[in-house]
């Protein structure tokens, strides 16, 4: 069986994100969706309330299942035996940094491939970044995110304005 690693941050989740799980489930036996643990960037929720989000939202795609994963990607990938990474690409400005990383994993574990995915056109400009701040500011993010995932960020927020 074929499998391959969906890894990210996923803060929040979008339908972005959920558009090149449900390509990636096409093309694989299995998906595995890695939540990371270790960012630089800060996360809005815990790696547990992602991983919870995510899977609420995997009824249609009997395949993938979702974890949470610390360290290097490549040494979760051969321990998962994976055979591919599945990287999503919304612009050309996406293209650069995802290269390189591309290109340093495969330095770091040649039997794993990196496999591209572009999402529906709809999608190319959402990002979690943008639909973080959206939310933060009070705006509606329901055309952005799965519906408890658009709940969960108004809860968060709200809780944080007092």
Do not use: W
Not at 89 to 108: I, P, V
Request: aromatic share 10%.
């Amino acid at each position: 069986m074929k499998l391959c690693i969906y890894p990210g941050t996923f803060d929040p989740f979008t339908n972005g994100h959920l558009d090149v799980l449900s390509r990636a489930a096409k093309l694989f036996d299995r998906v595995t969706v890695a939540v990371a643990l270790a960012s630089t960037k800060n996360a809005l929720f815990s790696a547990e309330q992602r991983v919870s989000l995510i899977a609420a939202n995997l009824g249609d795609l009997p395949n993938v299942n979702v974890v949470s994963f610390d360290g290097l990607l490549v040494e979760f990938a051969r321990q998962q035996k994976a055979h591919a990474l599945i990287r999503g690409l919304r612009a050309l400005s996406d293209f650069e940094f995802e290269f390189n990383m591309a290109l340093m994993n495969r330095h770091l574990e040649p039997s794993v491939e990196t496999i591209f995915v572009m999402p529906k056109e709809a999608y190319s400009y959402t990002s979690s970044t943008l639909v973080k701040q959206i939310a933060k500011l009070g705006g509606d993010v329901s055309k952005f995110v799965p519906a408890n995932v658009a709940e969960a960020m108004k809860q968060t927020f709200a809780a944080a304005r007092g």
